[in-house]
């Protein structure tokens, strides 16, 4: 069974696909077409609102959130990530630039540094929940729409970055066996939500920033 969370989070990509396509049939034939835009428009509004609420009461001590960005000049070219884990009332940022990769790979890359730094320093706890928050279909619906199964499977071939998929997943896995939740919620970039909006700064200052980091796989496979 999908938890709240995912649901809420598909729920709102499907009905913004729904109004994006209704919008462009203009003009409308009818006014039942308006009418349906109208509560399309509604029940987005108000499903956003609720998932809102759901992050809002992700305070509790056993939920740590994990929000994360990407960025990437030219694509390929210059990128980074952004990272902002919270626990407890406590908030950590982490940030790294690379000289020559991808926005997907910076996306990955900053779910893994953010999960494997929650392993190494012993903050993930048997029933405990993390929320990785990401305005990254290419990560989110990779597990809420659980393509991640099928890949495993395939052993990741015929996919994007499967370097990185794999030590993704070998991060997951390990958490789920340590008995913790996951959770990976989508949101809207750049609409606002305060936490997506420093990942998005850190990402983008930390491509810009001396002494960048070497994509060695990317790299050998694109030279």
Known sequence: MKNLSTTTSVAIQLLETAISVMEKETPFQNDKENNILSLLRTAHKEIFDVLNDQQAANTDSKVINIYTDGACKGNPGPGGFGVVIEKN??????????????????????????????IENGDAKSGGKIVITSDSKYVTN??????IEKWKKNDYSNIQNPDLWKLVCEKTDKLTEMGVSLDFVWIKGHAG?????????LAVEASTSDGLLVDKKYESLNS
């Open 142 to 147: 990779a597990f809420q729409m659980k393509w």
């Open 193 to 201: 939500h305060p936490q997506n909006e420093r990942c998005d700064k």
């Open 89 to 118: 009332g406590d908030r950590k940022e982490y940030s790294k630039g690379y000289r020559h990769t991808t926005n997907n790979r910076m996306e990955l890359m900053a779910v893994l540094f953010a999960l494997h730094t929650l």
